[in-house]
């Protein structure tokens, strides 16, 4: 079931799929997420709207970060890209628009999400592909290396996971 807010921009906050993060986690062993609320956090450190993680210093941690979607989402990448941290952001795949030529494209790597996403603990299906862009901090990818961008496919379960 899709709801009016995942249609519409009544809302910028997906909840992230618990099976999604909790594959991802495995990999990278996350400690900071930066963009939450309080109810969805996935690390021991995160901040919420009011704390504004775009504020707060990255370097150092190993960042999952599901920014909102709204037109701020550039902000967001930017923080990511310019950060000495791993960071792992899932994000909407739009291959159109200027942040994601300005920052995924200049990623470490690229993995595109087969299907579409359960947000929200399952309540709907994403109308939206996603990807999830992976920069390495000081690892970053130059115009020398671009053309060595790792794009890959990843599978989830796309059936909703309700998290108890």
Request: charged fraction near 25%.
């Amino acid at each position: 079931m899709i709801t009016s807010g995942m249609k519409t921009s009544n809302t910028y906050e997906w909840a992230t799929p618990q099976q999604l993060f909790d594959e991802l986690d495995k990999e990278f062993n996350f400690t900071l997420d930066p963009c939450c609320t309080k109810d969805n956090a996935k690390c021991r450190i995160y901040y919420t709207k009011e704390q504004d993680g775009l504020s707060h210093n990255w370097n150092g941690h190993r960042v999952f970060m599901n920014s909102p979607y709204g037109r701020h989402i550039s902000n967001w990448l930017c923080k990511a890209f310019e950060a000495k941290a791993m960071v792992v952001c899932l994000v909407p795949a739009r291959t159109d628009t200027r942040w994601w030529h300005d920052y995924c494209m200049k990623a470490n790597e690229i993995r595109f999400v087969k299907g579409r996403l359960y947000f929200n603990d399952g309540e709907g299906r994403a109308p939206f592909p996603s990807a999830v862009i992976i920069f390495k901090g000081k690892m970053r990818c130059t115009k020398e290396t671009q053309n060595k961008l790792v794009v890959n496919s990843m599978i989830v379960n796309r059936k909703p996971v309700n998290v108890q």
